[in-house]
């Protein structure tokens, strides 16, 4: 709309830096970085989860999206401000860190809308020490999820292979808002501009954030794409 009109711009996403990191709260490692380009953290403290403010229903009602609590409903947000998506996890939920790594042969997941599914080798899970937490980029598992009695969060924002979450997704017929994202390939640089929102709404929420971790092995450079702006008037 400032383009159209001619309007100064200014990003309704805050920009967040000397963000807190290293304090111990996270611990997390990527074993297949094929296919997961780039793995973010953040840790939050909160007094409480309950229902969201009324503003944050109606925004997610008006994009058909139910409310859940207040921490879901910011990570849903998140994502259809930002077309990252997001996930959240009770950090006291967990046994040891994080790992993001390929299912083993047969290994189980329920998910959070209480389906059992086994899952291939080649599809990519995120995993503590004992468990199968999600299946990366498409559903959020039963273990370690957000509810009422949840004080300490830990909310990931993560950039997968979209060949594969393509993949995955029909093969274990479930799709989701996150798989549709994911399989048109996001940009790894949309995982800092997710999180920054997130953390916006999670701290105007009353959550503090405690610590982060951004395990970016091979940072995406930008890209500058010429535009023939005569030409292509020329041919419309």
Same mark, same amino acid.
């Given at each position: ?10 990003s309704?996403?805050?920009? &967040? /830096?000397? #963000?807190?990191s $290293?304090? $111990? &709260?996270?611990? @997390?490692? /990527? #074993? ?23 503003w ?12 859940i609590?207040?921490?879901? %409903? ?7 401000? +930002? ?5 959240a996890?009770d @950090?006291?939920? #967990? ?8 299912? =083993? =042969? ?15 080798? %080649?599809? #990519? ?11 990366a ?7 370690? $999820?957000?509810? $009422?009695? +949840? ?9 997968? %292979?979209?060949?594969?979450? &393509?993949k995955?997704?029909?093969?274990? =017929?479930?799709?989701? %808002? ?6 048109h390939d ?10 920054? &929102? ?13 610590? +982060? ?9 930008? =890209? ?12 419309i």
């Amino acid at each position: 709309l400032a383009a159209v009109f001619g309007l100064p711009f200014k990003s309704p996403i805050k920009t &967040f /830096v000397n #963000l807190p990191s $290293g304090k $111990g &709260f996270l611990k @997390a490692g /990527v #074993l297949n970085k094929e296919l997961c380009a780039r793995y973010s953290a953040r840790y939050f403290e909160l007094s409480k989860i309950g229902a969201s403010p009324d503003w944050l229903k109606k925004a997610l009602k008006s994009c058909g999206v139910q409310s859940i609590n207040s921490v879901v %409903d910011a990570m849903n947000y998140a994502m259809l401000m +930002t077309g990252q998506p997001l996930h959240a996890f009770d @950090a006291d939920e #967990l046994d040891g860190g994080i790992v993001v790594r390929s299912a =083993k =042969k047969g290994e189980k997941i329920i998910t959070l809308d209480d389906r059992h599914i086994e899952l291939a080798p %080649d599809v #990519l899970v995120i995993a503590d020490e004992k468990r199968t937490l999600a299946i990366a980029g498409i559903k959020g598992g039963m273990y370690a $999820g957000v509810t $009422g009695k +949840t004080r300490r969060i830990i909310i990931e924002g993560a950039n997968f %292979d979209a060949t594969n979450i &393509f993949k995955s997704s029909r093969a274990l =017929k479930l799709q989701t %808002d996150a798989s549709l994202r994911f399989a048109h390939d996001l940009s790894p640089a949309l995982v800092g501009i997710g999180l920054d &929102f997130a953390t916006d709404v999670l701290t105007a929420l009353g959550a503090i954030l405690k610590d +982060t971790i951004d395990i970016y092995p091979r940072k995406a450079t930008e =890209k500058v794409i010429s535009f023939d702006a005569l030409k292509y008037k020329k041919i419309i």
